[in-house]
């Protein structure tokens, strides 16, 4: 009689012959796409009990009770001897070493993550040679966020704080590089304490790392309750859609995120099926909608909910903390404005209301018919609580003033540094129209530091702030600025001319001439010009500058930015025109914010370019160099106007014959372009056009790399938008001239 095999004793520890235990893998395999996660548990548990746990003992941990099971293990309550202490014991039977990777991965993620809204990974262990694994966690003595639901109708305040600290901890995953891509109801635990804690990243994965599902599709016939294993990785109700096609990124684990509490503040999911394939089919063809039944959420936080379901990942919050900060706005108590009271003198009296409301969010003064608005009606505070609230806001205001000089001034660090300032006293406060303007200052001073990434979802904020707030004005300078980062600096036209949308119809609520404010005019100009519409720039400018001047606002600093934007436009047309405007502006600029302002300096940078442009360039080089240096005087090392000025600095150098100093300040320049922006932005590709040409002037010593810059340069353009057509043809004119063969153009342009 031969010796019985593993499998017959696993199959004999379960209380089933060998036959009985094939039969039993046999039904596991077939009824998994009915059964889904419920019978991989049950399999697991199996598993780890034929597995010689009969002595309860992994390691120096004594095994308790059992705590749960799933598709990826079976969880214990079991004592440290050591540590005296309750500790969670994960046993996990893996079937192959890429699962064994997956499992040691996942405690090595959380054993980085000491955060209070993250379980605590202690330890990872083998057992049985590697083929059953063991993982040491932190015990938390609570429930899942399922249970927790299922356990009464919780009010929305309740939903949204458990959900702000699950967020926490997602964040923290975040800030780790780290992705969930499994988030659910199921794997958060709200322990006794009422903390959430984020749990189980058995299927987690570094951002940007590769992707270690084996195929792109969920199985035939799976239900959309479960977990797919072995394909694409996660549980089908809650996967955003870009995961339905293979692809995973932290805004993924946001829509899964949202989804959740959508279903905390709905009592249902946004989207029903029955099978997998119904629900990608409506996943991946419909936004979300809201339910019928809305059960008293309010609808600023339904807004922020829906926004983070958006089908298209780039539509929702730039991140998590942006989120957050959304959801923590609009979750506090509208707070009505009442009139604030300044005392003057031992008699004293109230003075007007005081509202915080942006003057002109672009760092120019505020036309004479733009009056500050305010949501408030009340009377003077009846109580010591109220009187310092209106202190506080009154105190706000005169730092709100001081911050939109910074920002006028383009003194950029102060700006930043006080306007973050701003806004946390804002936070704090809780009084929402003030918070509305203290996020446009914020915004704005990101903006003006070409913070993008960051300036993007702190306006978005003051936005949506602003428009449940009924602050029109607020929300029309906001979107004038989105206009002119996504549509001039970002190359995001769609974007772009969705914000213009928002700011005429906030313009429109707030019955006022958008032609009258300057940041907006400036906005629709950088735009038409992005887009190839210089004629439509050239008439925007010339309104807006006859609408200063008439206005009595001549020989401003608002003025001069219009005649140096002007100037830029009319440089392909007029040069000794354009100059002529930019040396006005540059002295304007002089007047208003000094010699050494960064104002000027922008002047002086389009001057040398467009000396370049006439071939005059040891006069193009004194020009750029001042504005270089003015700039590296005042700015942070990666600002995006260094970047320009280092890229004119290598055009006008390589003109000049000076290659290897050319090549440094090209190199810097596509350096911050990149860091800023992304690799795919027009300024990289005008910084390796630029490089490629120097080099080809070089001869045939310089052909090679010519042809490798240019090469880059007209990929990126064709990947950049329809509107970069002209210039990729452009650059694929001067490879051919160079002998070489550029990239295939695309068949179909691709839209910005």
């Known amino acids: 009689m031969s010796e019985p095999t593993e499998d017959d004793v696993e199959a004999t520890a379960m209380g089933l012959g060998t036959s009985d235990g094939e039969a039993l893998d046999r039904e596991l395999k077939l009824g998994r796409p009915e059964f889904g996660e419920a019978l991989d548990g049950l399999r697991a548990r199996l598993t780890a009990t034929a597995r ?39 046993i996990l039977g893996v079937r192959s070493s890429k699962e064994a990777a997956r499992v040691t991965r996942e405690a090595q993620v959380l054993a980085t993550l000491s955060h209070p809204n993250v379980v605590q990974v202690f330890e990872v262990g083998e057992l049985d040679e590697g083929r059953s694994l063991y993982v040491v966690m932190e015990l938390v003595d609570g429930t899942t966020l399922r249970q927790w639901l299922a356990e009464g109708r919780r009010s929305w305040r309740e939903v949204i704080d458990v959900t702000l600290g699950a967020a926490e901890g997602l964040m923290a995953a975040h800030r780790a590089g780290i992705i969930h891509r499994d988030f659910k109801p199921d794997n958060v ?65 946001q829509y899964c995120l949202c989804i959740s509490l959508y279903e905390g503040l709905f009592g249902q999911r946004p989207f029903v099926a029955s099978t997998t394939e119904e629900l990608r089919a409506l996943v991946l063809r419909h936004e979300a909608s809201l339910p019928d039944d809305r059960r008293g959420v309010p609808r600023r936080v339904q807004a922020v909910v829906m926004r983070g379901l958006r089908r298209k990942p780039e539509e929702r919050f730039a991140d998590l903390d942006a989120l957050r900060a959304a959801l923590v706005a609009a979750s506090r108590p509208r707070r009505r404005g009442w009139i604030a009271g300044v005392t003057v003198g031992a008699g004293g009296f109230v003075a ?58 383009s003194k950029v660090a102060d700006a930043l540094t006080h306007s973050a300032s701003l806004l946390e006293r804002a936070r704090a406060l809780e009084h929402r129209p003030t918070l509305a303007d203290a996020l446009l200052l914020r915004g704005h001073a990101l903006d003006v530091a070409t913070d993008f990434e960051h300036a993007i979802p702190v306006l978005e904020e003051a936005y949506f702030l602003a428009e449940d707030e009924s602050l029109p004005r607020i929300a029309a300078h906001a979107a004038s600025l989105q206009v002119g980062i996504l549509g001039y600096q970002a190359d995001q036209y769609e974007n772009a001319h969705r914000w ?84 006005e502006a540059a002295e304007i600029f002089g007047e208003h914010d000094g010699p050494r302002s960064l104002t000027r300096a922008a002047a002086l940078d389009n001057l040398g370019v467009y000396l370049a442009n006439l071939a005059r360039f040891e006069e193009a080089l004194t020009y750029h160099r001042e504005a270089l240096e003015l700039r590296q005087e005042q700015l942070e090392p990666k600002h995006m106007d260094l970047a320009r000025s280092h890229g004119n600095m290598g055009r006008a150098l390589g003109s000049l014959g000076r290659h290897d100093e050319a090549f440094h300040h090209l190199d810097r320049s596509i350096e911050i372009f990149s860091e800023r922006l992304g690799p795919g932005n027009s300024g990289v590709a005008m910084g390796y056009e630029m490089k490629g040409m120097i080099h080809a002037g070089r ?26 057509v002209p210039t990729a043809e452009r650059v694929r004119t001067a490879i051919r001239e160079l002998g070489g063969t550029p990239p295939p153009a695309p068949s179909v342009a691709i839209p910005p």
């Not at 705590?67 to 004592?79: H, K, N, P």
């Not at 720039?537 to 001549?554: F, K, M, N, P, Y």
């Not at 490798?708 to 990947?719: E, F, G, P, S």
Request: aromatic share 4%; charged share 25%; glycine share 10%.
């Open 500 to 583: 213009k949308d928002h700011a005429d119809a906030a313009f429109g609520r707030a019955g006022l001439d958008p032609r009258q404010h300057v940041p907006y005019m400036l906005s629709v100009a950088g735009l038409a010009m992005r887009e190839g519409d210089q004629a439509g720039a050239i008439a925007t400018l010339r309104e807006a500058i006859a609408s200063v001047e008439r206005d009595h606002r001549a020989r401003t600093a608002e003025h001069a930015t219009l005649l140096r934007w002007l100037g830029r436009e009319l440089s392909d047309q007029d040069l000794e025109a354009a100059m002529a405007l930019t040396r």
């Open 52 to 90: 010689g746990l009969a002595a309860r003992t992994v390691g120096r941990y004594r095994l308790g009770r059992e705590l749960g099971a799933g598709a990826f293990g079976t969880v214990y309550e079991a004592e440290d001897p050591e540590l005296d202490r309750k500790v969670a014991v994960k």
């Open 699 to 724: 001869g045939p010593e310089g052909r090679e790399e010519a042809l490798r810059n240019l090469d880059r340069a007209a990929r990126i353009y064709d990947a950049a938008g329809v509107i970069y």
């Open 352 to 409: 007007a209301a005081m509202v915080l409301v942006s003057s002109e969010p672009a760092a120019l003064p505020v036309p004479d018919d733009v009056a500050l608005e305010s949501s408030s009606e009340g009377s003077e505070p009846a109580d010591p609580a109220q009187a310092a609230q209106a202190a506080e806001v009154a105190a706000l205001q005169t730092e709100a003033e001081r911050v939109r000089g910074l920002v006028a001034t």
């Open 189 to 253: 635990l709200i322990g006794a304490d009422g903390r959430p804690r984020v749990i189980d990243f058995g299927l987690a994965r570094p951002i940007g790392g590769a992707d270690d599902s084996s195929g792109s599709t969920l199985p035939s016939g799976a239900s959309p309750q479960l977990t797919a294993t072995g394909q694409v990785m996660g549980t089908p109700a809650y996967m955003a859609p870009e995961v339905f096609a293979g692809t995973c990124t932290p805004l993924s684990d």
